[in-house]
């Protein structure tokens, strides 16, 4: 693994999405062996799988306690059954909760049952500020530049809200449903301000097809339009990054 720092932001360049994962559940168990009641921000999609089953198989070894970490997902498709195999919550527990000694009390995710997304999102943002603020957020990228569902846009919307999922998001997110009619067209996600609020970021980035967004993020000017590039203005980023994702820093 090669480290390149651009002082507030580090990109660590992994051979490989094996090694991606090893070193990005590293960086989630060192927080949680450093503060026992970490909170920690977590991401859905296909890229933190990898790190999800090394955090799992840290815990089933004896290597990590969950028991006092609470923790608050990044977003969640608005409406969506708790229960609908496409919802956040759902993977969550497939890929990381079912598998570690979590209490479910102090698992956190935008409630895609809530029967008013404006009362709900104010609500997360008062159970993230009640928690402490967040640790270590968990982040991945989409093809376009957002976090979480922060989509491009003229202006950053800072706390957590209502989404109206860009087409190209829908596309992208296609992929895990039959048809792209049923990918949900909005969503409920932490704003560019609760997730900079963090202490330590960890934005996770994989595959050829991100290369280009993660050269605009690290390097581009900062505008909501590339929704990641407001990490440059955080002062703890992490970026573990596959070589093929970080093909323009080797
Ligand atoms: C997920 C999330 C999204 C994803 C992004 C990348 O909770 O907020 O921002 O991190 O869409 O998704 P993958 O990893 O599937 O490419």
Request: aromatic share 10%; glycine share 8%; charged share 20%.
């Amino acid at each position: 693994m090669n480290v390149l720092d651009f002082s507030n932001l580090k990109l660590a360049i992994c051979a490989d999405y094996g090694e991606v994962s090893r070193v990005s559940a590293g960086y989630v168990l060192g927080a949680v062996k450093d503060k026992a009641n970490a909170v920690l921000g977590l991401a859905t999609g296909s890229t933190p799988v990898g790190m999800y089953k090394e955090i799992v198989f840290a815990y089933k070894n004896g290597g990590a306690d969950f028991s006092k970490v609470t923790t608050f997902n990044l977003d969640e498709y608005f409406p969506i059954k708790n229960t609908d195999s496409q919802s956040y919550i759902y993977f969550m527990k497939e890929n990381l909760f079912g598998g570690i000694n979590i209490d479910m009390e102090n698992v956190n995710i935008p409630n895609g049952e809530a029967a008013d997304a404006e009362v709900e999102c104010l609500w997360y943002e008062e159970k993230i500020k009640a928690a402490g603020g967040i640790d270590l957020q968990v982040l991945g990228i989409g093809l376009n530049g957002h976090i979480g569902f922060n989509e491009p846009s003229p202006y950053f919307e800072a706390k957590t809200h209502y989404v109206s999922l860009d087409e190209s998001t829908i596309k992208a997110n296609s992929r895990f449903f039959e048809s792209e009619d049923l990918v949900p067209r909005h969503a409920l996600s932490m704003g560019v301000g609760t997730i900079m609020a963090a202490k330590k970021i960890l934005l996770i980035v994989t595959g050829e097809a991100k290369a280009e967004i993660l050269k605009e993020t690290i390097l581009g000017k900062i505008t909501p339009e590339v929704p990641a590039s407001v990490l440059q203005l955080h002062q703890n980023v992490t970026i573990v990054a596959d070589r093929d994702a970080a093909k323009y820093f080797l």
